[in-house]
């Protein structure tokens, strides 16, 4: 005879209801620990930065600059004038000494330029020396310069009106304590040339000489 066939049962055993409430806490437990050993990380990572700060300190390097200059002088002054010369005559000379100075801190190379009014200025012409003295006997046509010549005499002097002095004469800057002035002395000598027009009669002119002076 045949057993009666009992349905499944729904209540687990008491070993099974002890496992599974026993795994949950397990599980708890280990994901505290997990917790606690991230938590350890971070507070170990925070004081591995903070062992990285390094100390500081500053230098500095301070200077004052300050410009030279420059100050060509003629005589000591900025601006002079040459004595007058009247009553000229084909042949006429005049000879004047200018003495170039440089009181200013920086080299310079100097040129010199001139001017001169009405047809009587460009028929004059005006030669230069270095180092030379002026020498005006009477009769006012036999002047003369002493020293050495720095641009061409004679028949090839240059005009006065236009360049003189092409090629810059070099000054030094006046450095020292207490400072020398660099300087050079200079003679011109003006001429009338002998083949000057008769419609230069009676006719006169102002001249300027203008001195330039470049730093180098």
Known sequence: MSRPELPPSTSASPRSRHAAARRPSRFRSRSVQVRALLSVGILLGGGGVATLAAWSDNATATSTFSTGNVDLRLNTMDTITIPAWSNLRPGSTQAVAIAVS????LPVTYTVVGAGTGTLGPALTAAVYTGGTPS??????TSSCSGTA???????APPLVGTIIGTGRPLAGATTTPPVTPSETLCVLFTLPTNAASSLQSQSTNITLTFTATTT
């Open 136 to 141: 005006n006997p009477a009769g006012g046509t």
């Open 150 to 156: 720095i641009t061409g005499t004679g028949a090839t």
């Open 102 to 105: 440089n009181t200013g801190t």
